[in-house]
């Protein structure tokens, strides 16, 4: 499908963060922004209303909100799709062995294992009484601080 140009005007503040944001993905900024008018306009008309009225009554604190909770919405998805992507390579490689939580974790300790202690065995520290309990201070009870 053909594409086609569309001009828009924006503010120096937005026109640098463009700039910016080209040069760390080593794109072009007209691909910055057909990918931010895309984003947008696949959005519902109620996330359009409900964004202007927050650019237009929202504090920098409500908009600093929005980004974060977006961010972590698109996050969450792209992590999602990657496990749901290499759910098939894992059992292909690993079977059924990791079907359950159990079975996870017992196979997570024994990768993490270093060559100075035996795979698969998990050492707790011994409480040290000196460090571990806090101070005493006259007249109070034992274990109170």
Same mark, same amino acid.
């Given at each position: 499908?053909?594409?086609?140009?569309?001009?828009?005007y924006?503010?120096?503040?937005?026109?640098s963060?463009?700039?910016?944001?080209?040069?760390?993905e080593?794109?072009?900024p007209?691909?910055?922004? /057909? +990918?931010?008018?895309?984003?947008?306009? *696949?959005?519902?008309?109620?996330?359009?209303? @409900? =964004?202007?009225?927050?650019e237009? !009554?929202?504090?920098?604190?409500?908009?600093?909100?929005?980004?974060?909770?977006?961010?972590?919405?698109?996050?969450?998805?792209?992590?999602? /799709? +990657?496990?749901?992507?290499?759910?098939? *390579?894992?059992r292909?490689?690993?079977?059924? @062995? =990791?079907?359950?939580?159990?079975? !996870?974790?017992?196979t997570?300790?024994?990768?993490?294992g270093?060559s100075?202690?035996?795979?698969?065995?998990?050492?707790?520290?011994?409480?040290?009484?000196?460090?571990?309990?806090?101070?005493?201070?006259?007249?109070?009870?034992?274990?109170?601080?």
């Open positions: 499908m053909a594409g086609k140009t569309i001009s828009a924006t503010d120096a503040e937005t026109a963060m463009v700039e910016h944001i080209s040069k760390l080593q794109r072009k007209s691909q910055i922004a /057909a +990918a931010a008018l895309a984003f947008y306009v *696949r959005l519902p008309v109620e996330a359009h209303a @409900a =964004l202007r009225r927050l237009a !009554i929202g504090t920098p604190e409500d908009l600093n909100l929005m980004l974060r909770e977006v961010t972590r919405a698109i996050s969450n998805a792209s992590y999602n /799709a +990657a496990v749901r992507q290499s759910g098939p *390579r894992v292909e490689k690993y079977g059924s @062995a =990791l079907a359950n939580e159990d079975e !996870i974790l017992r997570a300790v024994l990768l993490s270093t100075q202690r035996s795979p698969g065995v998990l050492r707790v520290a011994e409480p040290r009484p000196e460090r571990d309990v806090p101070p005493q201070t006259p007249g109070s009870e034992p274990g109170e601080p």
